[in-house]
């Protein structure tokens, strides 16, 4: 058979066997091609023209399944243009895979290979990726490190503990805080703690960098692991944690932290680093700071501890609440000796010199509590008169202050002991104030608030307030004087007393209801003869009496100050405090000063931050003070309080006892021409209201010339010990006195020891028996009245008191410490104790006693 049949019957066979065209249009398509195709040479064949000119897809025969394509004159071409055509395919799509390639640098998934080939990343994707992190991580490093700027130390950094000082500047009373630190300057923390620190925290401190590759390697697996989040912390980054930016765990906060540390070290000295480093760490015992925790420990400071000593505070900085040696000896005792292996290791101590250190003893944990005990009132006013001299609170928590107080180390240990000295049958709701102040300048030497702070805030010497009693009448005596009454002025002293120009009536009893007849005014002060002084009051005006408490120092809303008739007796409540300015206006010559406790404030430089300023006003004329201290020389030398002339040595003294009705308070208030001192002593109800103090000590009636006045000499009698004995000035006579003197005094004769037994009274009192003398007072006042005319009131005294018994009745009317038996019931009658008008109407409480 011929080629030409072969192939003819092949393409027919071909033809009948294919599927397409399946329509019409492509069958006559399909013919005219094969109609023009027989004629054609293969020399006139299009050629390529870059695009495979081959069929888009053939059946499994060969036979071409796209209309339009030329039939070959013969098999053996056809075979050669399938093969033509499927290379030029190839290479096409090869070349567009290039060309996708080309435009695509992270190819992935990559083009061209199959599943699972083609979603492994290339090396060229990996090193890629890598680069990019790394540029990445290099430009985020080096926007962070211009970004971070090393702050201002935080608030927690820069506080330091605000110490109180007594009056010597040396001697610490207590601190203020909320951080137990104070800072020391670089060259005086000792090397020894710096070396050992070192050895134990951070060996490489002198020559890295501030950070510790290796150590933020261990922080960043110990996180991820989920460990305890910690920071590969040189001492630099332990610095920046707590002076900057506080505890950081936090991938960023490590990363700024570790960028402060390299500032940091570019800027500061290593020592000035480890030196501001061991001024913030903790170390235990409420202690922050190394100067602070050598006192927590060994109670000394910081430029004294010794090799073994900074050892040991370096051992317990990576858990201080665990291994103090008062709670963990064993613990404390083995980081010890890993501190000073480490130095040894470092070469900072030999191996013998190791050998000899011993571990160190250490003392018991302080209180955390430093108001406990009587000191904590003396701090609560620091810090009150701190605020009101414009102080903050955080300023005087926080700032550093070292603050010099007034108050005398001597006279407050007296003045504690003189209170711990009262029996120990004393009831625990008796409660005792005093203050003792520097006349010359208002300063606050002394003060007792209370035995313990903590247990009872309130302060009974500035707070507490309780009636006066009879030491109000030396507001009364003053305003005589100047309303030009003197000294030796004659007054009513017999007991009962009605006043029937009182409105609605007013009577006034002495204690006991002792009669005294007429007295001087500086008889009636030495003797507290209440009827006396209400005749003065009245006759002085009640107002003018209040005018010249509040002129003195007392302030115009105290409780129960009133113009009337009774505020002689002492109807006022007055704090402690208050009586002792009072008083000391008085010993002054009649200067105020209002009364202080600091003394100065010194900043951590050194500076000046303030600095006491004495103010100081007239409130009475020098002659008119004087005088009343004359007066007020009377009860401690012949009246209620004369038990001090066994105490004070023959030192001159002036005072006025007081006792409030029915004992609800007792007083004493004296001075010195050094120093003033006022005792208040009264007992509140659970409600706080004032109850009638009870007997102990084997006294009856609780007056002030008791244990008030024991008090007194206590800590009078040792905090003037060694000082010189001075003495008042002389009286004189007053411009304004208006009224004729009786007599002129003659001079006072040789000072006379008494002894405080019962057997002075007859010497003191012999003029109470009338019967023995006709005249008035022969023998009342030997110095003051040696001319006093008989005839001033012949009838008035010859038969007053047939029956009083004067070895039972002191001048002062109150003075049980002598008899405290005689009188059991004398609490229902005293100076104004029940003080009623005609109509059952009270003209005001008054003082209840005659001290």
């Known amino acids: 058979m011929s080629d030409s049949r072969r192939s003819s019957r092949g393409s027919s066979d071909r033809s009948r066997r ?191 960098r501030g950070v510790s590759p290796r150590g933020i390697v261990r922080s960043l697996v110990n996180n991820v692991l989920g460990r305890d989040r910690q920071g590969g912390s040189t001492i630099t980054m332990q610095y920046v944690e707590r002076y900057y930016t506080g505890t950081e765990t936090s991938y960023v906060g490590k990363a700024k932290e570790a960028i402060m540390a390299l500032k940091i070290d570019q800027e500061l000295p290593k020592d000035e680093i480890i030196s501001r480093y061991l001024n913030t760490i903790y170390f235990g015992r409420g202690a922050y700071g190394v100067q602070e925790a050598s006192q927590a420990y060994f109670g000394k400071d910081a430029s004294e501890l010794t090799e073994a000593e900074a050892a040991l505070l370096v051992a317990v900085i990576p858990s201080p609440s665990n291994y103090d040696p008062a709670k963990n000896p064993e613990k404390a005792t083995s980081l010890w000796d890993r501190v000073i292996t480490r130095q040894v290791g470092l070469e900072q101590m030999t191996p013998a010199e190791a050998d000899a250190l011993e571990f160190p003893e250490v003392i018991e944990p302080r209180s955390e509590n430093s108001l406990g005990g009587p000191d904590g009132y003396l701090l609560t006013q620091v810090r009150n008169e701190l605020i009101e001299q414009g102080f903050t609170e955080d300023e005087i928590n926080t700032g550093g202050l070292s603050i010099v107080s007034t108050i005398d180390p001597a006279v407050q240990k007296n003045t504690v002991q003189a209170v711990d000295n009262l029996p120990d049958d004393r009831p625990e709701n008796n409660r005792v104030g005093t203050v003792t102040l520097d006349p010359g300048n208002g300063a606050i030497r002394a003060m007792y608030g209370g035995p313990d702070y903590v247990t009872q805030s309130q302060n009974d010497a500035t707070q507490s307030r309780m009636q006066a009693g009879s030491i109000f009448k030396t507001f009364t005596l003053i305003t005589a004087l100047e309303e030009g009454f003197p000294l030796d002025s004659r007054w009513d002293g017999n007991s009962p007393k009605s006043f029937s120009e009182v409105p609605g009536g007013w009577t006034v009893n002495n204690f006991g209801n002792t009669d005294y007849g007429r007295v001087s005014l500086e008889k009636a002060t030495a003797s507290s003869i209440n009827t006396a002084y209400a005749e003065v009051n009245i006759e002085v005006g009640p107002e003018n009496t209040m005018e010249t408490a509040t002129k003195l120092g007392l302030p115009e809303d105290t409780p129960g100050l009133e113009p009337v008739p009774s505020n002689v007796l002492g109807s006022a409540s007055p ?253 229902e009658q005293g100076g104004g104790d029940g003080d009623t008008s005609a109509g059952g109407q009270r003209q005001g409480r008054g003082g209840g006693d005659s001290p």
């Open 575 to 827: 704090t402690v405090v208050e009586m002792a300015e009072v008083y000391a206006t008085i010993a002054s010559g009649g200067i105020h000063r209002d009364s202080y406790i600091v003394e100065s404030v010194t900043r951590p430089d050194g500076s000046t931050r303030y600095e006491h300023e004495d103010e100081e006003t007239r409130a009475l004329d020098e002659d008119v003070a004087t005088n009343a201290t004359v007066a007020l020389q009377g009860p401690p030398t012949v009246g209620s309080a004369r038990s001090l002339q066994g105490v004070m040595d023959g030192r001159p003294v002036a005072g006025k006892t007081g006792t409030s009705e029915k004992f609800r308070s007792a007083w004493f208030v004296g001075f010195t021409p050094q120093l003033v001192t006022a005792v208040g002593m009264f007992q509140p109800g659970d409600d706080g209201s004032e109850q009638p103090l009870t007997s102990f000590g084997g006294v009856q009636d609780m007056t002030g010339g008791k244990f008030p006045t024991d008090i007194w000499g206590d800590i009078m009698s040792t905090s003037l010990e060694g000082q010189e004995m001075l003495d008042f000035p002389d009286e004189v006579r007053l411009d304004n006195e208006t009224r004729e003197r009786s007599y002129v005094p003659p001079p006072p004769p040789p000072p006379t020891t008494r002894a405080p037994e019962p057997s002075e009274e007859p010497s003191d009192e012999p003029s109470e028996e009338p019967s023995e003398e006709p005249s008035e007072e022969p023998s009342e006042e030997p110095s003051e009245e040696p001319s006093d005319e008989p005839s001033e009131e012949p009838s008035e005294e010859p038969s007053e008191k047939p029956s009083k018994k004067p070895s039972t009745e002191p001048d002062d009317g109150d003075d049980e410490n002598v008899k405290p038996t005689e009188k059991p019931t004398s609490e």
């Open 18 to 208: 294919s599927k397409k065209p399946t329509t019409g249009g492509a069958r006559r398509a399909a013919g005219v091609r094969r109609a023009s195709t027989p004629h054609s040479s293969p020399s006139s064949a299009p050629k390529p023209s870059g695009k495979s000119s081959a069929p888009k897809s053939t059946s499994r025969t060969g036979r071409p399944a796209a209309a339009g394509a030329s039939k070959p004159p013969s098999g053996r071409t056809s075979v050669k243009a399938r093969h033509a055509g499927a290379a030029s395919a190839a290479a096409a799509s090869k070349g567009r895979a290039k060309k996708a390639a080309a435009t695509n640098f992270l190819n992935y998934p990559r083009a061209g290979a199959k599943n699972p080939w083609r979603w492994i990343p290339s090396l060229r994707l990996i090193v890629g990726a890598m680069a990019l992190m790394v540029l990445a991580g290099l430009g985020f490093a080096v926007w962070l490190y211009n970004d971070t700027e090393v702050p201002e130390p935080s608030d927690f950094a820069l506080a330091q503990t605000s110490r109180v000082y007594y009056a010597d500047g040396e001697t610490e009373m207590g601190q203020f805080s909320e951080i137990n630190r104070t800072e020391l300057p670089a060259d005086e923390i000792p090397d020894d703690i710096k070396q050992a620190v070192v050895a134990s925290e951070d060996s490489s401190f002198y020559e890295n």
